[in-house]
């Protein structure tokens, strides 16, 4: 399915990422419906033996297989979420602190060898360079956030939806909820993605078995790091990435999976154990 986006006829471009494929009126973004499937097949094969080489095989290719569709932001979620799952099934944790540093190496290598990445990263360091150009699209976010203040312009009265902010119905979609709701109603937002994450952690911790938690903890550290680059890249803590806010950013791909993926997390709650009777997930 990822491999399809590079078939002429069927996978096309958008702003020069080859992302999407197009069925007739309706298109799909493989990506998103992979992250579940990574989720799935890495949490049923860890639970039955914490191994690295399957973890470490399963996850470079599909990586390699996103990164060649210019999806940076989506690489990276893929590769931090497979390695919760990782460390949380019971890895050694010499493993983890070499990962981290091996992790971040590759990830500086792809960005410098990137002309767009690197572009997109200098903009980060510095968004005054190029406010009619590279950085226009953050300097714009930014007046949104800005402007919405504590309380924000009203809902349905945001100006800078209009022309202003690109990718305004996806990426950067959270401008205009600041802009709108102000920062009262950014932070009721930031508070409750917060609480779905642990609630997702909970439920992985009291889960009936191995897989299931596994599973919970995908979930919750997908819905988790997609929300925090999302964000962090509205608030230019992070240059943007590109992906989406969870059940906010208008998208079918992004929204479908991750509805799926809540039935599942709550599907699991229904059989979780009571605290008195839970267990490590290593011990499971």
């Known amino acids: 399915m990822l491999l399809a986006v590079f078939i002429p006829g069927l996978g096309f471009k958008i702003y020069g990422a080859q992302r999407w494929l197009k069925f007739g009126f309706f298109t799909l ?35 390699s297989i996103v990164l ?57 360091l510095n968004p005054s360079a190029d406010p009619q150009g590279a950085a226009y699209q953050i300097n714009q976010i930014l007046i949104a956030l800005g402007s919405g203040g504590i309380f924000g312009v009203g809902l349905g009265a945001s100006r800078q939806k209009y022309g202003f902010i690109p990718e305004v119905t996806t990426d950067s979609i959270f401008a205009v909820v600041g802009n709108e ?50 964000l962090a890249g509205m608030s230019s803590l992070l240059p943007l990435t590109g992906v989406p806010l969870p059940f906010i950013s208008y998208g079918g791909s992004s929204l479908v999976t991750t509805i799926v993926a809540s039935a599942i997390l709550l599907n699991i709650s229904r059989y979780t154990k009571s605290t008195s009777n839970s267990l490590s997930l290593s011990k499971k």
Do not use: H
Request: aromatic fraction near 16%.
């Open 181 to 230: 709701v102000g920062f009262i109603g950014s932070m009721i937002v930031l508070l409750t993605f917060l609480f779905i994450v642990y609630r997702g952690f909970k439920i992985a911790r009291f889960a009936p078995d191995k897989f299931g938690g596994l599973l919970a903890i995908g979930v919750a550290s997908w819905v988790g790091l997609q929300t925090f680059f999302n």
């Open 68 to 124: 060649r569709q210019d999806d940076f932001g989506t690489t990276a979620i893929i590769a931090l979420m497979g390695g919760a799952i990782y460390f949380l099934s019971g890895a050694p944790l010499l493993q983890i602190i070499t990962l981290v540093p091996a992790g971040l190496g590759i990830a500086a290598f792809f960005i410098l060898t990137s002309d767009y990445r690197r572009e997109r990263f200098l903009t980060f």
């Open 29 to 63: 973004q493989p990506a998103e419906f992979i992250k579940l499937a990574y989720i799935v097949f890495l949490s049923s094969i860890l639970a039955k033996k914490v191994r690295f080489l399957p973890f470490a095989v399963i996850t470079g290719l599909i990586c």
